[in-house]
């Protein structure tokens, strides 16, 4: 049988004609046409002051750390379960990370355990909705509304059209970050977005965004001249990579759909033999919208796992586990401001299992998955 692989990007809509069309305009850096119309279309489905597109999620979230004006002796607070970008951006503008640890309904951050690591070192907390369901956000607004100093930042990656109690995900934060990197929901190769919820943060964004300098207030006829005026890099994403995520976003119900068809038959071929072998499946607790990033099962214990990948692997189907907990890495432990325990990721992450999960994925090609790991489960219980 052919090999079926975990992730495959795949051509939705108009992508490749909007690429042509950037090139034959003459413009295929960042802050063109296609760009703008990308800003628009994020800005209003967020209720945003302003978006801009990065070259990745991890220059937003780098953006987000130069945006806090980060001081000796801040921390930020990060859950552990994560990828290493959460935390790499206020590391490298100076601040210790404090791990956080996650709660095991959504595998979101855990509010109870931000409340014990509060304290007054504490600049911001890194919410990061995981498999595109929102985390705890009541939760975790009513711990940070005692500390006016401490900004809430969305590490949305997986979760772009997801919603908690009816509104959009990235849309609680001060800022929060998209990715779309060929794994994603919407694909552009590598490409990401600053998502800005606050007016005064608009035009410091652009001009951390243009490399440190008043390039916008120049654009806009605000100053005759631009020049450096600020920290900043060479963050904008280009307009033909934008245009390609254009053609992307335009299919996003469409897109969703096909995601919430695939979600919704592994669940359902999967579930009734859940509890017989022992498995855990994703859930979708109430007032949450999810954006179908992905689907994952929780398997018995850590053995188990190691042997599942293997027999899939041998039979055609590419699974994978995910996120090894930042608190044990190198760099976890390097820039930690304390060591703090976080025994759910630790358990977590150990048993999960990611199933092959793109738009292209044929009816055949999940009922087959489904059922071979059905089987090798059944055989290695």
């Not at 929780?298 to 190691?306: E, I, S």
């Amino acid at each position: 049988m052919d090999r079926i692989p975990f992730n495959k990007p795949t051509l939705e809509g108009r992508e490749l004609d909007y690429m042509r069309a950037a090139v034959e305009t003459g413009h295929t850096a960042s802050a063109g046409g296609f760009t703008a119309k990308v800003v628009d279309l994020l800005r209003d489905a967020h209720g945003a002051e302003d978006v801009v597109l990065t070259t990745s999620c991890t220059a937003a979230l780098e953006m987000t750390a130069i945006l806090l004006d980060l001081q000796p002796g801040d921390t930020v607070i990060v859950p552990s379960f994560t990828f290493v970008s959460s935390a790499l951006a206020y590391v490298r503008e100076g601040a210790r990370i404090l791990f956080a640890d996650i709660e095991p309904t959504t595998l979101g951050i855990d509010p109870n355990h931000v409340a014990e690591l509060m304290d007054d070192s504490v600049r911001a907390v890194v919410d990061v909705h995981y498999a595109g369901v929102a985390s705890d956000v009541g939760g975790l607004e009513a711990v940070l509304g005692d500390y006016g100093r401490v900004d809430l930042i969305e590490d949305n990656a997986h979760g772009l059209f997801g919603t908690y109690d009816g509104k959009p995900l990235g849309s609680f934060g001060r800022f929060s970050t998209l990715s779309f990197h060929e794994t994603k929901n919407f694909v552009c190769g590598e490409g990401g977005a600053l998502v800005v919820n606050r007016s005064q943060d608009v035009g410091r964004a652009h001009t951390v965004l243009d490399k440190g300098t008043n390039r916008r207030a120049f654009m806009l006829g605000q100053v005759d001249k631009y020049s450096w005026v600020d920290l900043g890099s060479s963050f904008g994403l280009s307009d033909l990579l934008s245009g390609y995520l254009l053609g992307q976003l335009e299919m996003r119900d469409a897109i969703l759909a096909k995601r919430r068809h695939i979600y919704e038959t592994y669940e359902g071929m999967l579930a009734p033999h859940a509890d017989e072998l022992g498995l855990r499946l994703p859930a979708i607790p109430p007032k949450r919208t999810s954006a179908y990033h992905m689907f994952y099962v929780l398997l018995p214990d850590a053995d188990t796992r190691k042997r599942v990948l293997q027999d899939l692997g041998q039979m055609g189907v590419h699974a994978t586990f995910h996120y090894v907990p930042l608190h044990t890495s190198v760099g976890g432990r390097r820039y930690a401001a304390r060591e703090v325990p976080c025994p759910v990721t630790v358990d977590i992450s150990s048993r999960l299992l990611r199933l092959p999960f793109h738009n292209g994925l044929t009816d055949a090609e999940i009922e087959r998955v489904a059922a071979t790991l059905l089987s090798v489960v059944q055989a290695v219980s």
